[in-house]
């Protein structure tokens, strides 16, 4: 894969999401999940992303049991922001006491010294951004982290973030069928000189072609709770409708759908775009490196966008409640 800009950093066009492994989309195998992060640096992956809440810890050890051998090998991303409460739910946390506890915890999943680019998961409603922006500055400034970033924030709450410290990296959901972005938040990050890290490019494995049908999604899989909108009854339905002219599109190209939608992402906006799809399944990850380097023309990419965007789309994103949880929303 070719590579691109992220901060002080050079890294892979496409990231490895690394929440896949321990929640979100069912049961992961743990064998096949190891020989994954073993294999991605030998695919290209120089990127990956996880976070504390991703399994409460599991994803982080993960990576830090099998790949701090090759530590030098590529740049690491983790997020803090969420803990559990006393019923263990996961609730918003973005005191600096708290930012500073769940990094010293990553540390220690990670078996790292110190990580790459520390993100704000949420804000937290009750703690001005400012503050905790301050926190993730101070363990810039004691050796624990390099740079900071926020995730599913809208345009104010980033540039008051960057007024503080330096932000060198924005995460959002962000694919063919979530433009949220495109509002604000993707023009105000050239402005300031902050990468994009998409997830869910693939729209929760929807523009692969092959998302289970609704009424086999597990409980716990995140298009049956938060994601439910675009995945449930006549909606789904609808959806699936605009599938048969998506594959005709990849067929042209003579890649896969799931590629198409990588190579669609790293088209938009330059080369501060690094999407970073997430996978249980090796050969996916491998498929997915592959289009790293696909080029789609113009054209190819303006029938994509008439295609499939938030006006072809049926659902909202989230849930209701998932909707007024993303600042990044106020956009």
Avoid at 127 to 153: M, N, Q, R
Wanted: aromatic share 6%.
């Amino acid at each position: 894969m070719h590579q691109r800009p992220l901060g002080p950093f050079s890294v892979s066009a496409i990231g490895l999401g690394c929440m896949n492994i321990s929640m979100g989309y069912g049961k992961a195998d743990e064998a096949e999940s190891i020989r994954l992060l073993q294999t991605c640096i030998d695919e290209g992956y120089t990127f990956l992303d996880t976070a504390a809440m991703y399994g409460w810890g599991y994803s982080e050890q993960m990576i830090g049991t099998h790949l701090k051998h090759r530590r030098d090998d590529y740049v690491l991303a983790s997020k803090c922001g969420f803990v559990k409460d006393d019923t263990g739910n996961s609730v918003f946390d973005g005191s600096p006491q708290a930012i500073r506890t769940t990094c010293e915890q990553s540390l220690r999943n990670l078996q790292t010294d110190v990580i790459d680019l520390y993100y704000l998961h949420r804000i937290d409603p009750k703690v001005p951004v400012e503050d905790s922006v301050g926190a993730l500055a101070d363990l810039v400034h004691d050796g624990k982290i390099k740079t900071i970033g926020l995730s599913e924030v809208s345009t104010e709450s980033l540039r008051r973030a960057h007024a503080v410290f330096p932000i060198a990296a924005l995460q959002s959901e962000y694919s063919l069928w979530s433009r949220t972005p495109e509002r604000k938040i993707l023009s105000a990050c050239e402005e300031l000189d902050v990468a994009f890290v998409p997830f869910s490019p693939l729209a929760r494995s929807f523009l692969t072609g092959i998302t289970p049908e609704p009424e086999d999604l597990h409980e716990n899989d995140i298009r049956a709770t938060i994601a439910r909108p675009r995945f449930e009854g006549e909606n789904y339905k609808k959806n699936k409708q605009l599938l048969p002219a998506y594959k005709t599109i990849a067929d042209e190209v003579g890649c896969s759908m799931a590629q198409l939608a990588l190579a669609w992402v790293l088209a938009r906006h330059g080369r501060r775009m690094i999407p970073i799809p997430g996978t249980k399944d090796i050969q996916h990850m491998r498929e997915n490196a592959a289009a790293g380097d696909i080029v789609l023309d113009d054209e190819i990419v303006s029938r994509l966008d008439a295609l499939i965007n938030e006006s072809t789309v049926v659902g909202t994103r989230y849930t209701e409640a998932g909707m007024k949880a993303a600042d990044s929303e106020r956009d």
